[in-house]
């Protein structure tokens, strides 16, 4: 066990947050906690590293255990380059190893006095032990892994960290949360600002973690891929399932049904005995036996009714006219942003075909143009070159992600109001009810309403609008985990065409029929969902002209004369010897290195001398042999 939590209850005023919670995590436990907004997860992960005081309960942290806690504040020090953020995480393995060099160096300045050199050996040795199984010599090795996996490989790691975006620091702080490698890890919400090569090597990075994981996240694929328990949390009490996303659905909706069932059975004796007591309490021959059911009904533990649907959003999309069978055809497309020296081409040569009814996702890392092109083939900003047509009928309308196209200093209502003047008030609230904004709220201004609630009176403009294709951009970013259900129940039933672009992989695995990727390089067209994309992505294939000339290389290849052939033999086992030498040379400097820190050979300085000396040799060795294999590999 690394922690636990028994009959915590944590308050605010008079509210309760938390309560009752029993939980434990146990080394390699893989958990999720997932619940609305405003239920209380940051608050229950406070609770849990010891951040926040709780007024009932226990937390018990098993001793020498470590609790690592990525908030989505970054947390990252002021003034500090992104390298020294990377080593402040080995600060004392660093310091031990300038020590380990000092010693060594002492130890050829002594030489000549066997007692000072015996003294300053024997702490050298104490000092490379102590650094070697602490795996100094792998710490660099270790920085560039993880800064490489995050997406940091090319930057300069003297970049002071002030300097980088929101994003990045995030990253970062994961990064430097990744190398801690604590007893247990918990990240809140670690996908953001990850595009899929990243996503994809912290999902195999976690998959392998050696210690446990407890995850808040948003992200439903990734939560399938990792987890194995998934903790709700849900009007302040805590419910453990096993199994990843899915699994967890599944088992509550069969729970809350199984507390209905059990709930209903208990109303119906409540209102049998109620009837019974009703109809003989004032009976002299039966008044005995009402009372007792008197007592019975107040003994009893009475079953709250479950809540089975919280409310959603209640998204739905409809058109009146069907546009005709080509929707769109785009042909050498290419974007640039910018001016002058700082104009960049994003994408070159794109063509892009729609049929009614396709649903086509656009994915790519960001920055290679793919919420451009959104805006290009909606003539909002101009083409480098190249044409696009639109079909005969098409009415598109358009989610923008950051939803710029509404207006901040406007309510809610006008909002909506605006933009469909003849509408009556009630059918403009019903619209805006249907998105859960009601009451008061629909005279909040847009500017002073959550990511979450933007997004939902963007939604209803689209649903008004009636557009029979619908161009969305990122459209699940500031939902929470039901309103996105509630979207691509939406998306999957419009029967029209939709052109979007996403990042959420659960959603790209239910809606495309058909997924481009674009790239610095060009894009690549998969059909069928992100699934389907992972199993067949493959290098864009060469041109015809590449693969006409790789056969006649082949063609030649293959006619070899009696001579070809032999220096082809020679070569080959040339290759295996080397490789032989390369190997055996390699096991022969690990023995030496494991004998220089033997205490009595390190103390004996002209042996520790010649064991240097044997391990350059055979290095250079390894160098000038290693080139020979190179070459011969090419020659092949």
């Known amino acids: 066990m690394i922690v636990s939590l028994e009959n915590v209850f944590k308050y605010y005023g008079a509210d309760c947050i938390l ?147 929101g994003g990045e620091k995030t990253r970062l702080a994961t990064a430097r949360l990744l190398l801690m490698e604590p007893d247990l890890l918990i990240l809140d919400e670690p996908t953001n600002h990850l595009d899929f090569k990243t996503l994809g090597w912290l999902e195999d990075y976690l998959s392998s973690y050696k210690g446990a994981l407890l995850v808040v996240s948003h992200d439903r694929y990734f939560l399938n891929h990792l987890v194995d328990h998934i903790w709700e949390l849900e009007r302040t009490v805590l419910t453990t399932y096993r199994g990843n996303y899915s699994s967890y659905v599944v088992q509550k909706k069969e729970r809350v049904e199984r507390q209905l069932k059990e709930y209903e059975q208990q109303q119906e004796q409540i209102k049998s005995m109620e009837e019974y007591v009703a109809k003989n309490i004032a009976r002299a021959s039966t008044s005995k036996s009402a009372k007792s059911r008197i007592a019975a009904l107040e003994r009893m533990d009475r079953i709250e009714k479950p809540v089975i649907w919280e409310k959603k959003a209640a998204f739905s999309f409809e058109y009146d006219e069907p546009p005709v069978k080509d929707v769109f055809h785009g042909k050498g497309m290419s974007i640039a942003v910018g001016e002058g020296e700082n104009r960049k081409v994003l994408c070159r040569n ?28 909606q003539e ?34 006008n909002e909506i109001w605006d933009r469909f003047p003849n509408m009556y008030e009630v059918d403009v609230r019903n619209i805006l009810g249907r998105v859960l904004l009601s009451g008061d709220d629909v005279y909040k201004l847009v500017g002073s309403l959550s990511g979450g609630e933007r997004a939902k009176v963007a939604f209803a403009v689209m649903m008004l609008e009636r557009g029979n294709v619908l161009i969305l951009d990122e459209p699940t970013n500031h939902l929470d985990i039901g309103s996105k259900e509630m979207l691509e129940d939406a998306l999957e039933s419009f029967d029209g065409t939709i052109i979007m672009v996403s990042h959420d992989r659960y959603l790209l695995n239910r809606i495309p029929t058909k997924i481009i990727e674009m790239t610095s390089n ?68 690990e023995q030496l290195t494991a004998q220089m820190a033997d205490t009595q050979i390190a103390a004996d300085y002209q042996k520790v001398e010649e064991i240097c000396q044997q391990i350059e040799q055979l290095k250079s060795q390894n160098d000038a042999f290693s080139e020979e294999w190179l070459e011969l590999l090419e020659e092949e």
Do not use: C
């Open 19 to 165: 309560r009752d919670v029993n939980a434990v995590i146990n080394e390699k436990d893989r958990i999720g906690l997932v619940g609305a907004n405003g239920e209380g997860k940051t608050t229950l992960l406070n609770v849990l590293t010891g951040a926040l005081d709780y007024e009932e309960g226990s937390v018990s942290l098993t001793n020498g255990k470590v609790i690592g806690y990525l908030r989505q504040n970054s947390g990252l020090s002021n003034g500090r380059t992104i390298q020294q953020e990377m080593e402040a995480v080995f600060a004392d393995v660093l310091a031990l190893g300038r020590e380990v060099d000092s010693l060594q160096k002492q130890m050829a300045a002594v030489h000549d006095d066997p007692k000072a050199y015996e003294e300053v050996s024997a702490e050298y040795s104490k000092k490379l032990a102590r650094f070697e199984a602490q795996d100094g010599y792998h710490i660099q090795v270790k920085i560039n892994t993880i800064l490489g996996g995050m997406g940091f490989g090319d930057y300069d790691r003297n970049i002071i960290t002030d300097n980088l975006s």
């Open 350 to 377: 794109m063509q892009l075909d729609v049929l009614r009814g396709e649903k086509i996702a656009i994915i790519g890392q960001n920055g290679v143009g793919k919420s451009s092109l959104l805006k290009a083939i």
């Open 380 to 413: 909002l900003i101009p083409l480098e070159e190249g044409s696009f047509e639109w079909g005969q009928k098409v009415k598109t309308t358009y989610y923008e992600q950051e939803n710029r196209q509404l207006h901040p200093e406007k309510t809610a209502i």
């Open 522 to 589: 060009g894009y690549e067209t998969y059909s069928g969902r992100y699934d389907y994309y992972l199993e067949h992505k493959v290098e864009v294939q060469p041109k015809k002209a590449e693969q006409s000339e790789e056969k006649k290389q082949a063609a030649q290849k293959f006619y070899r004369t009696k001579a070809d052939r032999a220096r082809q033999v020679a070569a080959k086992k040339r290759i295996a010897l080397l490789e032989k030498i390369i190997e055996e040379n390699e096991q022969q400097i």
